[in-house]
């Protein structure tokens, strides 16, 4: 298809979103026409350095908006960076290809923020997340797994015949001592326990979005950033196209969808006028909708990230180490297990009582097999100054459930395409409470577990700080955390559904405008977004295919 002016549908953002929900449209309506309009550059559907895992080094490259927050009181006054895509595919050319799903509590609470609306249900996301997926095994519950999707849902233990990780048998001996028990599909219904860790990697290649969902037929503008969505009307007013940083109009004949991510959609938004009134009017930007939730709700996995000492790396347990040089080993995430885990009652009690959680979202957290914490640890030291040698494995222990929320804004700039971050990570005293036993729960695997006392000599600080032991205080625990605890980057819920965009995903207040991405979550999933994002899209598709 010719680029043109005039077209059916524009999708601002052709990222996991964006690319999804422009080839899905255009199965279901063959005779529209849909515009892509990405920022960033194509990488091509053959670029290495996007497919394979070493790309992990493109963080920060060309590819990554790199977005700063602004200093942080909560985190020691750092600032965050950010990852997110700057490219055709987005965060798919970046991430590590994690695959899992929340449980069903937290999507029941996004249909309960749309007065029971349960499309947005577990049960009524659950047919778009199996179509989603092919799982691996043909055997597993067709009534949890799909098994025609385009996405090859597969266990690093089980991906190829030689990825076989030495440390596997020692780690999981390690969480048993600890109480945790095995869960074979973390995928019916509970993620609690200790799992496989899933991955949607192809032949040693990512998967990219662009790639999964064919963008044939549609019309695609890399290299393209979006300055200003434009509107028509008093009262409801209608979403008419978009104006291009470079000054061009286009125009839609039916619907404008952002699909910018969850960092930069409140920035547009906010910029064409639709937001909190005041914050406009201190800009100077024209009020089209008043809509002061738009940016308000942000959150992220807030993680902390440890490495460990192997006692002696010349038996070859972590990548580095000449004997795990097989292509295979880097064919996709080099870890085992997703370690999944509640809070004990008292302790979550405690928390909830000090934030003042009450009524129904106290209940809903309380409920039994509601995860708060997540860890993986991972064969390889997974960031510079630590070494890559074989000698170090690292331990990314991230909160499931976080209920902190930060903000995102505009620049100083109105036209600048860098938001103003105000992340406000681990502010509540739930997010304290779940973050400090889960760290306490990964030292006592590592250090003081029989199975692994052979294997791991002690944990590796960062430079000028003390290392973390056993008998290392709630306090110590705490100022680890604040002092070098990062975003996971799984950023959601800048636009949430119920707040900023209805059940149909219609921006309130405006027409023919929706939003399809991240931002719309109304409350975290406890597994890594990607899988849920991919499922929103498919019925966000249907959704406006039946509106078409």
Not at 320 to 328: C, E, T, V
Not at 417 to 427: D, K, S
Not at 486 to 512: F, I, N, T, Y
Request: charged share 20%.
């Amino acid at each position: 298809m010719e680029d043109s002016t005039v077209v059916d549908y524009i999708i601002v953002g052709g990222g996991l979103s964006g690319c999804a929900l422009a080839s899905l449209l255009r199965r279901s309506l063959p005779n529209s026409s849909i515009l892509v309009l990405e920022a960033g550059q194509d990488p091509g559907p053959e670029h290495d350095a996007v497919t394979i895992f070493g790309g992990f080094s493109l963080q920060g490259s060309a590819l990554d908006w790199h977005f700063q927050t602004a200093p942080t009181p909560s985190t020691a006054n750092r600032t965050h960076t950010l990852v997110h895509g700057k490219t055709l595919g987005g965060g798919t050319v970046l991430n590590y290809g994690g695959w899992s799903r929340g449980d069903d509590p937290d999507y029941d609470a996004w249909a309960a923020k749309l007065r029971g609306d349960a499309r947005w249900s577990y049960a009524g996301l659950l047919p778009y997340f199996k179509r989603t997926e092919s799982f691996y095994d043909t055997n597993a519950s067709a009534e949890k797994h799909g098994f025609d999707g385009p996405f090859k849902v597969i266990p690093t233990n089980a991906s190829h015949a030689s990825r076989k990780y030495p440390l596997r048998g020692p780690l999981e001996q390690a969480w048993k001592e600890v109480g945790m028990r095995r869960n074979l599909d973390p995928f019916a219904n509970r993620l609690a326990g200790l799992s496989d860790f899933y991955e949607i990697w192809e032949d040693g290649k990512r998967r990219p979005s662009y790639l999964a969902y064919p963008l044939d037929g549609v019309g695609v503008r890399t290299s393209t950033p979006v300055s200003q969505i434009l509107f028509e009307g008093d009262g409801a007013p209608r979403a008419t196209g978009v104006k291009l940083s470079n000054g061009q109009v286009v125009k839609a004949r039916k619907e404008v969808i952002i699909s910018g991510g969850t960092l930069q959609t409140p920035r547009l938004l906010l910029r064409s006028g639709v937001g909190d009134p005041s914050v406009l009017y201190e800009r100077n930007i024209p009020l089209v909708q008043a809509l002061p939730s738009v940016g308000q709700q942000y959150y992220d996995h807030f993680a902390l990230y440890q490495w460990f000492k192997i006692k002696d790396p010349s038996r070859g347990l972590a990548l580095g180490h000449p004997n795990l040089s097989d292509p295979a080993f880097v064919a996709g995430m080099p870890t085992d297990f997703s370690a999944n885990e509640g809070l004990p009652q008292d302790i979550l009690e405690k928390a909830l009582d000090e934030d003042g959680v009450v009524g129904a979202e106290r209940e809903a957290l309380l409920r039994p097999g509601r995860v708060f914490v997540e860890t993986l640890i991972v064969y390889h030291a997974l960031a510079p100054g630590f070494p890559s040698d074989g000698s170090v494995v690292c331990a990314s222990t991230l909160l499931t459930l976080p209920s902190s929320r930060g903000r995102i804004s505009l620049s100083q700039d109105i036209d600048s395409p860098t938001p103003h971050i105000e992340p406000n990570y681990f502010t509540t005293a739930l997010d304290r409470a779940a973050l400090i036993h889960g760290v306490r729960r990964v030292l006592k695997v590592m250090l003081g577990t029989e199975a692994l006392k052979d294997y791991i000599e002690t944990e590796l600080p960062p430079p000028g700080l003390a290392p973390l032991t056993i008998e290392s205080s709630d306090k110590e625990i705490e100022e680890r955390i604040r002092a070098v605890g990062v975003a996971h980057h799984h950023a959601m819920g800048s636009c949430p559904m119920g707040e900023v965009v209805d059940g149909d995903l219609r921006v309130k207040g405006v027409q023919d405008l929706r939003i399809c991405d991240a931002s719309v979550f109304p409350n975290p999933v406890g597994g890594h977004p990607m899988a849920s994002l991919y499922g929103v899209v498919e019925q966000a598709a249907d959704i406006i295919a039946a509106s078409a």
